[in-house]
């Protein structure tokens, strides 16, 4: 299993996204995502989702919330354990990055880009400002099975 970090930068009625174009063998390839990755030795979720955000967009997180847990688990993957955040302030100017494009969406627009179905649920947690949630998500391939929030079954 692995811990990873997954945030969404809020700037008004949008979130920085990011387009999965450029990795090889990457599970989250073609999908439109939040930025994040994967924890480094000794790190804590919080130092996880500074170093990451830092690395993928160029910006230094001032003001972040830890918003939930998702237990993302595959037949195809690696069981993971993404830790989400939303930050509304940070400072910097964007840079490249070499795992996709970025891009600045409209949360009303969101929804119609490739995303993983579970991401719907837990972008509406987000959306109505939810306390800290624990999602369990399980896939066969790209399919949603089995979504369980605050261990209540959703689908």
């Not at 690696?78 to 830790?83: G, L, R, S």
């Not at 972008?123 to 998500?137: G, I, Q, T």
Request: hydrophobic share 35%; aromatic share 12%; proline share 3%.
């Amino acid at each position: 299993m692995i811990n990873t970090t997954l945030c969404y930068l809020e700037r008004g009625d949008e979130y920085l996204m990011l387009h999965r174009t450029k990795k090889e063998n990457d599970l989250n390839h073609d999908k439109w995502v939040g930025v994040g990755g994967k924890f480094q030795d000794k790190e804590s979720p919080e130092d996880c989702v500074l170093r990451e955000t830092w690395e993928e967009t160029g910006l230094t997180l001032t003001r972040y919330r830890y918003r939930g847990l998702v237990t993302f688990i595959s037949n195809q993957w690696e069981t993971e354990y993404m830790h989400v955040f939303t930050a509304d302030q940070w400072t910097g100017e964007p840079h490249p990055c070499d795992e996709g494009d970025l891009a600045w969406i409209k949360k009303a627009d969101l929804r119609a880009l490739p995303l993983w179905e579970g991401d719907q649920i837990f972008l509406d947690l987000l959306e109505r400002d939810a306390p800290f949630f624990s999602l369990k998500l399980q896939y066969e391939g790209d399919t949603l099975v089995l979504a369980v929030l605050d261990g209540k079954r959703l689908v």
